[in-house]
């Protein structure tokens, strides 16, 4: 491992700050990484290796440096954001190659704190399904590359779990940052309608947000902090590793020795049934669900098995939203370079807005059905995937239905807080039979990111996890 790959962005933006090394040192450990192990990983379309050395000694020469949350943090950028100077292909061949004018504000928002992008990463085509493979290049789990990394963050998630940055940026409308947040073993953010900008076209029907990948939750609410609009002092206050900081249970290596402060005891509701009639959560992925109901329950959580009152036509809601928001996303896009599943799914799209399934209505009934669910608890705890990810290998070949199907019995669970627009966070916890790490799912209201990430933060403290594969420290499996 080189001296700074491998890092948690707290530790890094700390050391840049204090002027312990420079950005540009920072990122080319973490560009070696990339050139040495990404060939088998798959994380990464685009590397940006001589801008970013370029845009690391410009944040090094910057005034400003010690008020920088993210001063000189590499971090990586899915490919369905704009990065100035370089193409948007949202992982297919009909978009344009044409490079960016100009950056998309969360990345305009991660360079003004001083985070420097190395680079763009895999998604499946037009971002639909939870398996980043295509015409451009598959990502693959760094825990066990023969698995896929899951979508359609998969190849921001990929580059978080293997070290290459320890920050990256994705997008949820279905699942597509906390899926492959848990097949990776990261935190994944999504965050609640309007904290965060969207800007992402259509939004699938408002059911699709931007939020960071990170292997800590300090991690994550810095990153969180910057997206959303925080000040720059409030991001760096957030830190565990700014003196006297209330919040969070530490870097992986500095801070969970320490403890943290108990903050206020909630009331947690705990649910294995999964939202889509006749789908199953599997034994293994139940099991460390309820073992983190047991350990929140030791910590003095009130803690009771209660399920949320999905409404029976969820899963026709929910599939007509998403194939939905895909139609919205291949208007005007050459349908013979789209991929067979693609194509199909925007004609169900299509046919799902002519018989009337795109109501907006949907999400403000499903609300109005949770409301008296979360007026009793304060936070859902949830297994975060139902069954193991699918083999890493080329899915966007595969017919329709079957990667249909294949997503939904492995990811019932994060849909709901798409179309209800409420913050859920995937975080690891646990460790599943077959060496994957294991994953939970916590949902809250409206407003209540910082809590599900103080939350995160006191299990992250009561049950550590490695933060990243080992494909970091031994490049042999990599």
């Known amino acids: ?58 944040v090094g020469a910057r005034d400003d440096l010690a008020e920088l949350p993210l001063a000189g943090v590499p971090v990586a950028v899915k490919d369905n954001l704009a990065v100035r100077g370089e193409s948007t292909r949202n992982g297919s061949a009909a978009t344009s190659a044409a490079p960016a004018a100009e950056d998309h504000v969360l990345v305009a928002r991660l360079r003004a704190a001083g985070a420097v992008v190395v680079g763009l990463t895999h998604v499946p085509e037009l971002c639909v399904f939870g398996t980043t493979d295509g015409v451009h290049g598959t990502a693959r789990n760094p825990w066990d590359p023969a698995r896929t990394a899951g979508g359609s963050s998969g190849g921001s998630a990929a580059a978080v779990a293997a070290g290459f940055v320890p920050l990256a940026i994705g997008n949820d409308g279905m699942g ?110 139940a099991a460390l669900a309820r073992e983190a109901a047991r350990a929140l329950s030791r910590a003095g959580h009130h803690v009771a098995l209660a399920h949320p009152p999905y409404p029976l036509s969820f899963g026709a809601v929910v599939l007509a939203h998403w194939a939905g928001g895909t139609a919205q996303d291949a208007e005007g896009l050459d ?108 949902v809250g209201r409206p407003g209540s990111e910082h809590q599900l990430l103080d939350l995160a933060a006191e299990l992250e403290h009561l049950h550590p996890w490695e933060r990243t594969a080992p494909t970091l420290r031994d490049p042999a499996r990599a």
Not at 4 to 9: D, F, L, V
Not at 11 to 33: F, M, N, Q, W, Y
Not at 363 to 371: G, T
């Open 1 to 58: 491992m080189t001296a700074w790959a491998g890092r948690t962005a707290v530790e890094i933006s700390d050391a840049v700050r204090r002027k312990e090394v420079t950005p540009r040192e920072v990122v080319g450990d973490h560009l070696a990484g990339i050139a040495a192990r990404d060939g088998r990983i798959g994380a990464f379309r685009v590397v940006r290796a001589a801008a970013a050395l370029d845009e690391a000694d410009a």
């Open 176 to 285: 597509s940052l906390r899926i492959p947040a848990a097949h990776c073993g990261l935190i994944g953010l999504k965050p609640g309608t309007g904290r965060v900008p969207r800007d992402l076209g259509g939004g699938w029907y408002g059911m699709s947000e931007n939020g960071p990948l990170a292997t800590t939750t300090a991690d994550a609410r810095l990153m969180f902090a910057v997206l959303a609009g925080e000040t720059a002092r409030d991001a760096v206050a957030e830190s565990p590793a700014a003196p006297g900081s209330p919040r969070g249970a530490g870097t992986a290596d500095a801070g969970r020795g320490s403890g943290t402060a108990p903050g206020p005891r909630l009331r947690i509701a705990f649910s294995t049934r999964a939202p889509i009639t006749g789908v199953r959560v599997g034994t293994a992925y």
């Open 335 to 442: 349908a013979r370079l789209l991929a067979p599943r693609t194509r199909r799914h925007a004609a169900v799209g299509r046919l799902a807005g002519r018989l009337g399934m795109l109501r907006s209505d949907h999400s403000a009934a499903l609300n109005r059905r949770l409301e008296p669910f979360f007026d009793t608890y304060d936070v859902l705890l949830t297994p975060a995937l139902a069954r193991r990810g699918a083999a890493a290998g080329a899915w966007h070949e595969r017919g329709w239905l079957a990667n249909v199907l294949m997503n939904t019995a492995c990811s019932p669970m994060t849909p709901p807080w798409n179309l209800s627009g409420r913050p859920a966070l995937a975080m690891p916890f646990g460790s599943l039979p077959t060496g994957l790490p294991g994953s939970v799912q916590l």
